[in-house]
């Protein structure tokens, strides 16, 4: 089945202790990008990647990392998470061109940084 | 730069009656159109996209959008709504070549027995 997987689904954790959200794509899709949502402001966009080794900044970069050194994985990392980092994050995936164009979501993780 | 506008946070119908669901763009060209919709603890899911051609296009579960230009509008319709449709409905924007969508802030669908 073609999805995108994230692991974990709930995670709480302290301030400043370091964290990893996984994301892995089974499609051979080139794009993968995060996205944290909150309430009253819809879905905005972490980074972004075009295809290995390829990064770059979205919308709300601080104080996350990501990397992209095989094309099915897209870590997010928070090296100091903080409170205000409580979340709920998606990673997402495309193909390029028009016939596979169109993100396809994981479940989403649910972040809590206490 | 674009954006989405979608006008309404919160929408009620009655399980049966017709749905139109608003979204405005705003792009110096024809972009790219997408609506994505949202159930409970879940992941986006794409119902629909939009490149060029028929203004009227057909997506899953009985969905269908009308890109109209004049209006810069995109909106989502569905004839009868059922009960499982009620969820959290998102309009995304990209330039042409794009691959970095902007998001509208979400229509919330409510739908009464």
């Known amino acids: 089945e073609a999805q995108v997987t994230q692991n974990p689904r709930y995670l709480i954790t302290v301030t400043g202790k370091k964290l990893t959200v996984t994301c892995s794509q089974n499609m051979n899709h080139e794009y993968m990008s995060w996205y944290r949502q909150d309430p009253g402001l819809g879905l905005r966009q972490i980074y972004y990647s075009m295809n290995v080794e390829v990064t770059d900044k979205g919308d709300v970069p601080e104080g996350y990392k990501v990397s992209r050194k095989e094309k099915r994985n897209f870590p997010l990392i928070l090296e100091s998470p903080s409170p205000n980092q409580t979340s709920l994050y998606f990673c997402a995936s495309t193909g390029r061109g028009l016939l596979n164009y169109g993100y396809t979501f994981g479940s989403g993780t649910r972040l809590t940084v206490v | 730069a674009q954006s989405v506008t979608q006008p309404d946070i919160h929408i009620t119908v009655s399980e049966g009656a017709s749905l139109e669901l608003r979204c405005n763009y705003s792009y110096g060209a024809t972009p790219y159109l997408f609506w994505y919709v949202q159930s409970p603890g879940q992941g986006l899911q794409l119902l629909l996209k939009y490149f060029s051609g028929d203004t009227l296009v057909q997506g899953i579960k009985g969905f269908e959008a009308e890109f109209k230009r004049s209006q810069s509008s995109f909106n989502l319709r569905k004839p009868s709504v059922h009960w499982s449709d009620a969820a959290e409905y998102f309009c995304?924007?990209?330039?042409?070549?794009?691959?970095?969508?902007?998001f509208g802030r979400g229509t919330s669908l409510i739908v009464h027995p």
């Open positions: 995304a924007v990209t330039g042409r070549g794009s691959y970095i969508p902007t």
